[in-house]
């Protein structure tokens, strides 16, 4: 890793020595903690004594330091530090040791110091002077700023710190995990006394903490360019940022707990990740896929993924965004409507690499004293905490005792499989967060969320869902997954790409360019199409699904290969589309039916769902504009 000086700011300052220290796999000697914080209580107490502290000569070289770069508007670290010390009575003591022992040494020699999560760091860093494009995270906030005027500490990707050592990003804080820390102590001293405060810097780091490695250089108007050679591990740490970061923003809503999750990533820790669904229907679809794309992400870097099939709680069901309780199944119902979702989700995951779970195994057999401890870990006002318990109770709806239950044995899934993450839609955050408390009582590893955002129907207005009609199943064949896709409205092409794609960041902005651009949506949702299918189906048929589209609608012609139906004279079209498996359901066919989407290819939209065809009728029957049937009636 290369450091480097602006020549702005040695002209400026030319006596500046910018010293380096990189400090690898620290861990606090906890042996020693009484003797930091007391020497931190004793300092407080020595600085309260001083009456002049503002007439000190290191604070007054310091902050006249700023005025010769500009920074007319800036306070020096150590000055604001110590009017909270002795003016406000503070104690600056964050018991996090790192910062506690560099604001220990800075207020010590009264000299500026700064410190970095070295695996936040991308590429080389250098200090400068501010320039247009600047944009700097303020401390404690998801807001980026724009810099005017100032001398930053920026990497490859952002500004690090603002105003010299003043300001510090919120990226760039040093967090409880942290281990690898560059720090950054500024001396205006001649080169002797710096050498010996750096010398003390490291002794006085060797004393507090143990560490891997610890290598320092200095900058100064002589030597404006250094060189901090990192290990093989904290390279490895600084890309496992990198790309834990993409994969933990890329489609997310939310994550709980970040800073915890992103620590356990870093350090190359293999997870637990838990997906589960309750098998209501018989197909999954890309609402689901949005969760086993992400799955497939941490699946690839090594992590366990725990697939959970709700054998058990699908037999009373979720009550989310329900307005009435559901139907009691049986678990023969369950089983049956399960039967397909491991050849489904394995068109995603590695089927050799996924471990498979049905949460029966532990309910069926769970003793009533058992159970009844599990329920009295919860109260009824925690669960009437959901909003749509709220809105039933206004409506003079029932709530289902049951119901009441489910979020408790959704989140005691997780203790039952030892789960350190679980990736879920967003609806599913407050039955996930039930785990994190009964993973804690159990001695456990409390479990993070990844909730992922919800997608949008083919319509591009309502969530996709199978009641609704809107979904993409799974289980469709290659040519209806295209033609769906190819139907989404251009305005959910960003969202459908950002969750269900596997294309580079730098791929997508390539193709959000294409679009801003005015190039013809049609064309992007033809390669996105083609993209998707050959990640779920493969190369062949998505290629095949490619060429019957653009023979069905834009060379108004038939699709190769239409499945064929023999029917007898007394069925009627509802039975035939049925009994064909052009619809899931006779209440579906019902709904094509009155819509008008049922007809005779080139012919006559069918009114009545009764109406039969005489013997020795052939023809094509067209449901919608993507389904067809060569139908035969004997």
């Known amino acids: 890793m290369h450091i480097s000086v602006g020549d702005s700011i040695f002209k400026k300052i030319p006596h500046l020595k910018s010293n380096y220290v990189v400090c690898e796999n620290m861990r606090f000697r906890e042996s020693t903690r009484h003797e930091l914080y007391d020497g931190l209580n004793e300092l407080f107490s020595r600085l309260r004594g001083h009456k002049s502290l503002n007439d000190k000569k290191e604070i007054a070289e310091y902050q006249e330091l700023l005025s010769e770069l500009g920074l007319t508007h800036a306070e020096v670290s150590t000055s604001s530090m110590v009017k909270l010390i002795v003016e406000k009575k503070k104690d600056l003591i964050l018991n996090h040791p790192i910062i506690d022992f560099y604001n220990y040494f800075s207020l010590h020699h009264l000299i500026p110091i700064g410190a970095y999560d070295l695996d936040r760091i991308q590429g080389d860093l250098v200090m400068r002077d501010s320039v247009t494009d600047d944009m700097f995270q303020k401390l404690g906030t998801n807001k980026k700023i724009s810099v005017d005027k100032s001398v930053v500490m920026a990497d490859s990707q952002e500004v690090l710190c603002v105003d010299w050592v003043h300001k510090q990003s919120d990226n760039q804080k040093i967090r409880p995990n942290t281990k690898y820390v560059l720090f950054r102590i500024e001396s205006l001293r001649d080169e002797v006394e710096n050498a010996k405060i750096l010398h003390e810097f490291i002794d006085l780091l060797s004393k507090f903490f143990e560490f891997d490695s610890c290598e320092f250089k200095t900058l100064d108007k002589d030597n404006t360019s250094i060189k901090l050679a990192l290990s093989e591990e904290a390279i490895a740490r600084q890309e496992r940022f990198v790309d834990y970061t993409d994969i933990l923003s890329r489609g997310v809503s939310d994550v709980i707990v970040y800073d915890d999750l992103i620590a356990d990533l870093i350090d190359g820790q293999k997870l637990k990740i838990k997906h589960g669904v309750d098998p209501t229907k018989r197909s999954l679809t890309f609402g689901h896929a949005v969760n086993y794309e992400k799955l497939r992400q941490f699946q690839e870097r090594g992590h366990e993924i725990q697939f959970l099939i709700g054998s058990f709680t699908a037999m009373f069901g979720d009550p989310t965004d329900k307005s009435e309780s559901r139907t009691i199944r049986t678990r023969e119902e369950v089983m049956d409507m399960a039967k397909n979702y491991i050849d489904q989700v394995t068109m995603i995951l590695d089927k050799e690499k996924l471990k498979i779970f049905y949460n029966d195994a532990w309910y069926s057999n769970m003793p009533i004293e058992e159970f009844l401890r599990l329920l009295a870990k919860s109260t009824v006002a925690r669960m009437l905490e959901r909003d749509m318990f709220q809105k039933r109770m206004a409506d003079g709806r029932e709530i289902g005792l049951h119901e009441l239950i489910y979020p408790l044995l959704q989140g005691y899934d997780s203790v039952e499989m030892k789960s350190d993450l679980t990736v879920i839609g967003t609806d599913q955050t407050f039955n996930e967060l039930q785990a994190r408390p009964l993973q804690k009582d159990a001695g456990l590893n409390q479990q993070n969320i990844i909730s992922m955002k919800m997608l949008l129907g083919t319509d591009g207005k309502l969530l996709m869902s199978q009641s609704q009609g809107n979904f993409i199943a799974l289980d469709d064949s290659s040519k209806d997954k295209f033609g769906k896709l190819m139907s989404i409205p251009d305005s959910a092409i960003e969202m459908y790409a950002n969750a269900l794609s596997r294309y580079s960041r730098e791929e997508l902005q390539a193709l959000f360019s294409r679009l801003d651009a005015g190039e013809n949506p049609r064309n992007i949702k033809m390669e996105l199409a083609h993209h998707i299918v050959t990640n779920f189906d493969g190369e062949a048929a998505a290629n095949q699904a490619r ?88």
């Open 547 to 634: 060429e019957d589209f653009k023979e069905v609608f834009q060379n108004k012609g038939l699709p190769t290969d239409i499945p064929k139906f023999n029917a007898t004279s007394s069925q009627t079209v509802l039975e035939i589309l049925q009994l064909s498996n052009l619809v899931s359901s006779g209440s579906e066919a019902r709904r094509m039916i009155a819509q008008g989407a049922v007809k005779l290819h080139e012919g006559d939209k069918i009114q009545d769902h009764a109406q039969t065809f005489e013997s020795g009728f052939v023809g094509v029957l067209q449901v919608g504009k993507r389904k067809f049937l060569n139908l035969s009636v004997e």
